[in-house]
């Protein structure tokens, strides 16, 4: 099993549509968990934090369920400029690992 | 943005050639990493390094080695390399002194743009 599993889509969802992915982890002492996003050809850039409380920035939300070891990602009224891949990272420093990425298309 | 670079951007090369890939940060960041990404597999991580000639193996690290004689300067040297070795790779910082600094956090990756290697 890999360290760190997403489902790779693709989500095909219309404008403003909410839309929601998890990232499930297995090392339960990982304390640190981010979201990226990656453009086609590009690098991945950070997204957001996942905080234990739950962390919002405007459309995004992102939380963290340790009971059941995934981590997740809502995006609330999609835009055509939501589309792109959004990968997940748990751990930090010497231990870091991603999850494949899912990959989000949002439809006119 | 952080300050890394990477060079070359774009590399064709053949089978059994030596290749070095090389990653440079500004940022002064501790830690340095190497990944490669390719279709159904996601960012799997080579090498990382910890500090200046600290280094250690990552998940996929046969057939690559890596230096870093200064804190800015990370390589990836393909010794031989091989068609299984046409990817992209993306070089990470992470961790400062100054966490908080340009809002950058201590356990987040930063990525440089990433290098295409083809190895005919």
């Known amino acids: 099993r890999k360290e760190v599993e997403q489902d790779p889509g693709p989500f095909n969802v219309p404008e403003g549509a909410t839309v929601a992915f998890n990232c499930t982890y297995s090392?339960?002492?990982?304390?640190?968990f981010f979201w990226y996003r990656q453009d086609c050809r590009k690098e991945p850039k950070l997204l957001m934090s996942?905080?234990?409380s739950g962390n919002e920035d405007g459309r995004f939300t992102a939380q963290l369920n340790r009971a059941s070891q995934y981590i997740s990602l809502l995006i609330r009224d999609s835009k055509l400029s939501d589309s792109a891949t959004y990968l997940c990272?748990?751990?930090?420093?010497?231990?870091?690992?991603f999850g494949t990425g899912t990959k989000l298309q949002v439809i006119p | 943005d952080a300050g890394i670079t990477q060079s070359p951007r774009h590399k064709v090369t053949e089978t059994g050639t030596p290749v070095t890939l090389r990653c440079h940060q500004t940022?002064?960041?501790?830690?340095m990493y190497w990944y490669r990404q390719d279709p159904g597999h996601g960012l799997r991580l080579i090498h990382y390094?910890?500090?200046?000639?600290?280094?250690d193996k990552g998940e996929v690290s046969d057939g690559y080695s890596v230096s870093r004689s200064k804190t800015e300067d990370f390589l990836l040297t393909l010794e031989s390399a091989t068609s299984s070795q046409t990817s992209v790779y993306f070089c990470?910082?992470?961790?400062?002194?100054?966490?908080?600094?340009?809002?950058?956090?201590?356990?987040?990756?930063?990525f440089g743009p990433g290098t295409r290697l083809t190895v005919l």
């Open positions: 090392n339960s002492a990982s304390q640190s």
């Open positions: 990470a910082i992470s961790g400062t002194e100054r966490s908080g600094t340009s809002g950058m956090g201590t356990d987040t990756q930063y």
């Open positions: 990272q748990s751990g930090g420093y010497q231990k870091v690992t």
């Open positions: 390094s910890y500090g200046v000639k600290d280094t």
């Open positions: 940022e002064n960041h501790r830690y």
């Open positions: 996942v905080y234990s």
